[in-house]
């Protein structure tokens, strides 16, 4: 069978899941970058939804970020899952949590004036407290192996401490458990390669270019 083709949004954090997840597999595989202010027209073509990141695989077309990492996951041994059914279950249900936090950080750097910015951060915070609840001993989600669960977390971590650092907002201050789990992902080298050289800087001018009143302190 040929090589899956990414199809990717250099600063999307639910493409960086399977990105992580290829690389953890240590799977070949292509990747294509598109805009997605400006979608071109093959795209479209093939993305029911017009989002990425769409697994292309010969004619096949997979999409939504969970489902094509479930799809790397059975195809390619050992899985990432625990073994465990309700083990597995609890995994995939806080992997459906992590989009939240996806959406309340879309929500937090696009609030209009101080007072929404401070309303979604605590929303926002509110969600990552339930994560924090939990966490147990780490390093990572499960203990001590790095699972689908994890790859599912890191991309939103990694946003929110440039972020974070950039505004000052200190948001895992109050959550050491998510702190260490975030340091621990971090270093691992499926999460370093997974995005592209220049992510920190141009994520950040991307946040400054495309948001609200968090724009403004940074
Ligand atoms: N639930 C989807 C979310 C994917 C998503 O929201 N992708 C964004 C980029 S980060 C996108 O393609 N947005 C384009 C649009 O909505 O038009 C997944 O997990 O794959």
Redesign the pocket.
Known sequence: MSKPELIS?E?????QRSVITLLEKDQEFDITYID?AN?PEWFLNISP?????VLRIGDSVV????VINEYLDETTPPSLHPNDPLKKAVNRAWIEFS?QLNMDMFHWLRAEDKAQMEEKQSGMMSHLKQVEDQLGEGPFFNGETFRLVDAAYAPYFMRLELIADKVEAHCLESLPKCLAWHTAMKEKESVIKSVIPTFKENFLDYVAANSGYISKSM
């Open positions: 949004f600063l999307c954090p639910f493409v997605l979608k939804s017009g989002k990425v990141p999409f939504e970020s969970a989009s």
